[in-house]
């Protein structure tokens, strides 16, 4: 099943700046495309971006699109979401996630972390 | 983008109950749906996917059936354990989540 552990949120003001990263073990890195989904308070899921396990190919949604950039780094497991020019509608509880499957096309997503509580506001 | 819908919003059973929730997609899906349990405080787990594969290590309580448009996840005797909110995601282009159903034990 493996595990996928988040640190990095906190609350930052509108137009700042912020890096969640997502530390992973008990699974074969490169096999998994993963994912970051967030939860605004007491609301639905959004995805947000994937990347695929090799890491050549990433993917955004619509509404963080050159705002945000995931990437990996392979040597460490570890996941990234570098999050640029915030906004009050980005707060939310953001999930590392992990697919079944490598590309950027797996979007079941089989394992979660516990998530880290990102708070946009003046 | 494909939109999805859940019914109910929330719904009251006692235990041992069966429950129904229905899940619609706003254009066909085939059968990449996927069923999730949320409990406050807690990721989401996922139960169900292709609609009606049951997740390993997910109760045999639950179960999952449709195609197309429309879908319907069951618990065949609620119990306890089972009080959560339930999202349905569509994988089929890209991916979005219905915007859950809250299910509370009387």
């Known amino acids: 099943e493996g595990q996928l552990v988040e640190s990095g949120g906190g609350l930052v003001h509108p137009g700042e700046s912020l890096r969640l990263s997502c530390a992973t073990s008990g699974f074969t890195f490169s096999s998994h495309a993963l994912s970051w989904v967030r939860q605004a308070p007491g609301t639905g899921l959004e995805w947000v971006s994937i990347i695929s396990g090799s890491g050549d190919n990433t993917y955004h949604a619509d509404s963080v699109k050159g705002r945000f950039t995931i990437s990996k780094d392979s040597s460490r497991s570890t996941l990234y979401l570098q999050m640029n020019a915030l906004r009050a509608e980005d707060t939310a509880v953001y999930y590392c996630?992990?697919?079944?499957?490598?590309?950027?096309?797996?979007?079941?997503?089989?394992?979660w972390g516990q998530g880290t509580l990102v708070t946009v506001s003046s | 983008d494909i939109q999805m819908t859940q019914s109910p919003s929330t719904l009251s059973a006692s235990v041992g109950d069966r429950v129904t929730i229905t899940c619609r997609a706003s254009q066909n899906i085939r059968d990449w749906l996927a069923w999730y349990q949320q409990k406050p405080g807690k990721a989401p787990k996922l139960l169900i996917h292709?609609?009606?594969g049951l997740q390993s290590g997910a109760p045999s309580r639950f179960s999952g059936s449709g195609f197309g448009t429309e879908f319907t996840l069951t618990i065949s005797s609620l119990q306890p354990d089972d009080s959560a909110t339930y999202f349905c995601q569509q994988y089929d282009t890209l991916t979005t989540f219905g915007p859950g159903t809250k299910v509370h034990i009387k």
């Open positions: 292709r609609a009606s």
């Open positions: 996630v992990r697919s079944d499957c490598d590309n950027i096309f797996c979007r079941l997503f089989v394992s």
